[in-house]
């Protein structure tokens, strides 16, 4: 299996997929690996499609370290990585057929996304930082940017200087999902946080003078993920807001609230990077703030006077 999953990984390169998508499909793959080994399976040629079926049900059923089952998303994952690897070895003929041909992901639920702020709660959020100190500038800039263009944390941590243009209110995105750029716009009010950022504040975090990233750490380096998604669970709890904030939650508020106010479901797509619109549709689903308004208007019951 090592061998084959070598070559595998030489592929992907080949085929430019991002870094992440690499580290994920061998993690899967290696434990297919084992579970292969654990089934007295030490040959790929001797997988079949009956196998791979079997493991769906591994994954179903096995309890990961919280001591729950893994989500379906993150099953079609693993299956998808398993797919990718099989039909690699059949078009380079390292096997004759292909037995993951014809498996079949599983269905996955349809779900809204569970946090999503209020105009009210965002502009709490925003407000929290301190603005009189250099990391309270930089935070607050961080969350304008964060929710008005609805983009990453990977592709906020990656920002480059020359990305920004805050004149013409644009930011490049490079290498998003997909290792696909785009270009998002930025409203005023984050264009002006932004350009004070870069002008007075940034300089006071420069540790080493060719430093490029946007987001600098008190060490003067690039802002990490992790710490982008500190900042916004610091802030959420920081403004007393009761719901689960990340940094993906500024994502989801700036397009529902956009949807709210009637735009374009395919410049919702654009600006989020969605390659298909059935992953913005989402976001089409009817809030229950405006399903209320509709009770209250249009319910029999509700125009009762007792």
């Avoid at 939650?249 to 397009?255: D, E």
């Avoid at 479901?265 to 298909?276: V, Y």
């Avoid at 549709?281 to 319910?299: F, G, M, R, W």
């Amino acid at each position: 299996m090592h061998e084959w999953l070598n070559k595998y990984h030489d592929h992907l390169k080949l085929k430019n997929y991002s870094a992440d998508t690499l580290k994920n499909y061998l993690f899967y793959l290696k434990h297919f690996s084992v579970y292969l080994r654990e089934n007295g399976i030490h040959d790929i040629p001797s997988v079949t499609k009956d196998t791979i079926r079997r493991y769906q049900i591994h994954l179903y059923e096995k309890l990961n370290r919280k001591g729950s089952t893994d989500t379906v998303a993150s099953q079609n994952v693993a299956l998808r990585a398993i797919k990718s690897f099989f039909r690699f070895l059949t078009e380079e003929n390292y096997l004759v057929a292909d037995p993951a041909r014809g498996v079949s992901y599983a269905r996955e639920p349809k779900k809204l996304p569970r946090s999503i702020l209020t105009q009210s709660e965002a502009k709490k959020i925003l407000h929290a930082p301190d603005t009189k100190t250099v990391l309270g500038y930089r935070d607050r800039a961080i969350l304008e940017v964060l929710y008005s263009s609805a983009i990453r944390r990977k592709e906020l941590s990656d920002l480059l200087l020359q990305d920004i243009d805050t004149e013409e209110g644009l930011i490049r995105v490079n290498e998003g999902k997909g290792k696909k750029d785009r270009i998002v716009p930025l409203g005023k009010i984050a264009c002006r946080y932004l350009e004070n950022y870069i002008k007075a504040v940034r300089p006071s975090l420069i540790r080493h003078p060719y430093e490029n990233h946007l987001f600098l750490s008190l060490r003067g380096t690039q802002l990490q993920r992790n710490d982008i998604s500190i900042i916004a669970r610091y802030y959420a709890e920081k403004s007393k807001i009761k719901k689960r904030v990340t940094t993906h939650t500024f994502r989801h508020t700036c397009a529902t609230l956009m949807l709210r106010n009637k735009a374009n479901i395919r410049h919702i797509q654009e600006l989020l990077g969605h390659s298909s619109l059935n992953s913005t549709q989402i976001y089409t689903s009817v809030s229950i703030a405006d399903l209320k308004e509709v009770h209250s208007k249009c319910h029999p019951r509700e125009k009762d006077n007792e």
